[in-house]
């Protein structure tokens, strides 16, 4: 046994929502899932060498927030459709088709195809719980495996472990999976980056704002710092898709503040950007949100955030 197979169902799913199937979105309850799992495989020195996931919308947002929470990007998630509604053969194939030197393979998937692949791989090893139900959502197994995964027959492998998300603890360790501190969610989510985008119309600056999420206040783009980004690059891509705008973010900061969210305090680091593409209308995400150009000294009198305000004024002086 060399290799090893992670085996990891989507989160709970929302059938509240009126779409098909493949777009099905994750319920809270799912994220909060997959990301236990991903802080317990970090926990364990278990972070994958491959992900490869169902490219449906609950399976997929399973594998990125699992690997979030392990501490990495998503760039390297890899898309299969063959695992959407996949059977055993199908499955098979897709581990067959792995690199060879991948030694931690984790595939993120459907049930019933997961656990026909589990009780296929793992045969005598594989003991049903109680409540009859292998693999429920966000369920992780480890399988100990052969290293030719081409050449796999039934029983070749040895269960590990099963894993469930609600035995795990529910709040989540800070500053890192060994931290001490508990928080309400992921350590990542509590660095922040945020952008003051601008141009020069006529030669004086102007400052494009934004309405938040519910459109109570006027904003500028701010997220979470994603793992495997910069906080410059992570603001970028928060400001293509809050504000449909692109551009130029610079490598130094105005400066930072610190909010209160999630039960504990988030650190944003604010760069200016300058802009130098507006997306069209209907190809901008949030479009629903609004955007306009305004005067510095709008901006800073009625952003939402008041330690924007120096910062504004510091971005217009050096303009």
Known sequence: MTRELLLLRHGKSDWSVGVDDYHRPLKDRGKRGA????????????????IVTSPAERALVTAQKACKAMGYGDQGIHKDKRIYAAGL???????????????????????????????????DTVAVPEDGKLMPTATLARLLMPADWQALTEGCARLDTIIRPNT???????????????????????????????????GKPEILV????????????????DPGLSPQESAAREALEEAGVEGEVADTALGSYICEKWGATCTVAVYP?????????????????????????????????????????????TL
């Open 210 to 225: 934004i309405a938040s999420s519910k459109k109570h206040h006027l904003v500028v783009p701010k997220g979470i710092k």
């Open 89 to 123: 053969d199908d499955l098979l194939e897709v581990l067959g088709d792995c690199p060879q030197d991948a030694s931690r393979v984790m595939l993120v998937g459907h049930n019933p195809g997961m656990e026909e692949l589990l009780a296929w791989l793992a045969g």
């Open 35 to 50: 990301q236990r799992i991903g802080v317990w495989l970090a926990q364990q020195r278990m972070v994958p060498d491959l």
């Open 168 to 202: 795990l603890p529910e709040k989540f360790p800070y500053p890192g999976p060994d931290g001490k501190e508990l928080r309400d969610r992921p350590a990542y989510y509590y660095t922040q980056s945020s952008v003051i985008p601008y141009r020069l119309r006529d």
């Open 273 to 317: 950007m300058k802009v130098t593409r507006l997306i069209p209308e209907d190809e901008w995400e949030e479009r629903h949100r609004g955007r306009q150009w305004v005067s510095p000294e709008k901006a800073a009198r009625e952003l939402k955030q008041k330690e924007l305000r120096p910062l504004v004024k510091k971005l217009e002086a």
